[in-house]
Nanobody, 123 residues
Framework: QLQLVESGGGSVQAGGSLTLSCAAP????????MAWFRQAPGKEREGVAIIERLGNITYADSVKGRFTISKDNAKNTLYLQMTSLKPQDTAMYYCAADSPWVCALLVDRFRYWGQGTQVTVSS
């Protein structure tokens, strides 16, 4: 079973910043499609950002210009830098991975998920 472990969540005030990390097995970060999703209470899980095997990146409109997805193949880690945070960014954030051949920012395209890390933004 592929294990993804998120970290870096916390509580910040609006306008603040956080960086999330997702640790993965050695070959995953460099070869798989990887993404960040989030789920707020009472809402469906939604895509935040995706990075393809060769580095192509797509963001949800709601986070464009504020969030940056990146990966460090040497450290086997996926990142999500979040700036100018808003209360509506409050959610559990999940790292996801799957085959590079089905890379799309859709929940049902990913088989492997982390346990999530909570981000809370207060006004």
């Amino acid at each position: 079973q592929l294990q993804l472990v998120e970290s870096g969540g916390g509580s910040v005030q609006a306008g603040g910043s956080l960086t999330l990390s997702c640790a993965a097995p050695g070959y995953i970060v460099s070869t798989y499609c990887m993404a960040w999703f989030r789920q707020a209470p009472g809402k469906e899980r939604e895509g935040v950002a995706i990075i393809e095997r060769l580095g192509n990146i797509t963001y949800a409109d709601s986070v464009k210009g504020r969030f940056t997805i990146s990966k460090d193949n040497a450290k086997n880690t996926l990142y999500l830098q979040m700036t100018s945070l808003k209360p509506q960014d409050t959610a559990m954030y999940y790292c996801a991975a799957d085959s590079p051949w089905v890379c799309a920012l859709l929940v049902d395209r990913f088989r492997y998920w982390g346990q999530g890390t909570q981000v809370t933004v207060s006004s």
